[in-house]
């Protein structure tokens, strides 16, 4: 989180950024009709009226660390908009947002409206100083909540949900599916860089590898499929004793959203419409133990997170790291299927050769997130620098690494990390196998 010096060029930039971060979040919700916004469908979801207020709330607590002075809009939005931090107030029960009628949506909307007034008047001051990287933290803080409205509206409304898709997907030759070789050693892991980063990417730190492979393509539909159809579900001789509980207690039966069809075989719901599951698509929607179970039906494993985080940033030739798998140019639509790709899905395996690393992987950023099988905890010398934002949660985590198809491209690197608890599987989650040489 590296802070930028103060000064009306730096102003400039700053404002620039609200802006393009707002009207991207407000993109995301022009389709939806006003009933939408106050649903919450499961309790690990949130109706997209609160992720509204919510971001506009961080926008309040970032002036309020920056001007002792600053007074809240409303005191009772602080306590409906607040997601977990108790320093700043008792939140209200996640499970339960969506009880909530008032504020109302348009008196949220308004909400909305009058924080960005406030944030431009506020970065607009003549001389305005202060650490302004808090405010980078909170664009990156929108990011993600812009992605968690896609997974949101997904689950809310599946093929019911109709944003502005914008291009087909890139073709492509065939591939063939193989594994790459990568050797071990010591490898210096983590962020180093000048620009933003989460204080959990941090400090780069020396690991050591042992030789592996890595399967140059995210695991596919067609792939998962000969999984079930072998009796993966069925089988507990693949799974982790809680996986298996989760089966059982869940009834899982297969990724989620998928349905069967007697006619058409699997089918799934998604912004595209009701459609037949494409096999050379990355298998989506897929918690961490189902991904641990295919791995162990295929004779392979996951990666752990620094394995992944050579993958895909390790240039052998130059002898160090790059900031994306295809180097230190920033993503284009010729490099990942992003959330600026407006694809809402993931494309085939091989849709964007431009975009593999430096070894021969292909789509380790956007289309899916990629489990590994590292716990999520920090790593040696960590130091929090935003209370109760990310290290609250070094517990029953895992991590993922890479992005989806519903990440903003502002937000993508290859020390991002991301994590989930091991049953979660409604965000756009996959995997590729690793395996010892």
Known sequence: MTAMPAGNIDLRYYLEQFRQTRAQTLELVLPLEREDYVVQTASFMSPPK?????????????????DGSYEFISGQYSK????????????????????????????????????????????????????????DIAFNHEYQHQELLVYD?????????????????????????RSVR????????????????????????????NDYLIDAFPVTNGQFAEFIEDGGYEDFRFWLADGWEAVRRNGWTCPMYW???????????DPRGRMRINPEEPV???????????????????????????????????????????????????????????????????????GKSHYGCHQMMGDVWEWTSSDFVGYPGFRSEFVEYNDKWFCNQKVLRGSSFATPRNSVRNTYRNFFRPEERWMFAGFRCASDV
């Open 50 to 66: 609160w992720h509204l207020g919510h971001v506009s709330w961080f926008y309040e607590v970032v002036m309020s660390k920056l």
């Open 80 to 135: 409906i908009f607040n997601s977990y931090y108790q320093s700043l107030g008792q939140p209200h029960d996640k499970a339960r947002r969506g009880i909530l009628s008032r504020p109302t949506v348009e008196e949220t909307m308004d909400y909305y409206a009058k924080v960005n007034e406030r944030v431009e008047m506020f970065l607009g001051s003549t001389g305005r100083g202060g650490d302004l990287s808090y405010f």
């Open 153 to 177: 509206i997904q689950h809310l409304l599946a093929d019911s949900y109709s944003p502005v898709r914008r291009r087909e997907p890139p073709g492509h030759p065939p591939v063939q599916k």
């Open 182 to 209: 990568i050797g071990g050693g010591l490898f210096e892991m983590g962020y180093s860089g000048k620009g933003f980063s989460y204080d959990i990417e941090r400090p780069e730190h020396k690991v050591y590898l």
């Open 259 to 269: 349905e069967k069809d007697g006619e058409e075989g699997w089918v799934r719901r």
């Open 284 to 354: 989506c929607n897929v918690s961490y133990y189902e991904a641990d179970a295919y791995c162990r039906w295929a004779g392979k494993r996951l990666p752990t997170e620094a394995e992944w985080e050579k993958a895909a940033s390790w240039d052998e030739i130059k002898k160090r790291k790059t900031v994306y798998p295809w180097g230190d140019e920033v993503p284009s639509e010729g490099h990942a299927n992003l959330l600026g790709s407006f694809l809402w899905a993931p494309s085939e395996i091989g849709s964007y050769p431009r």
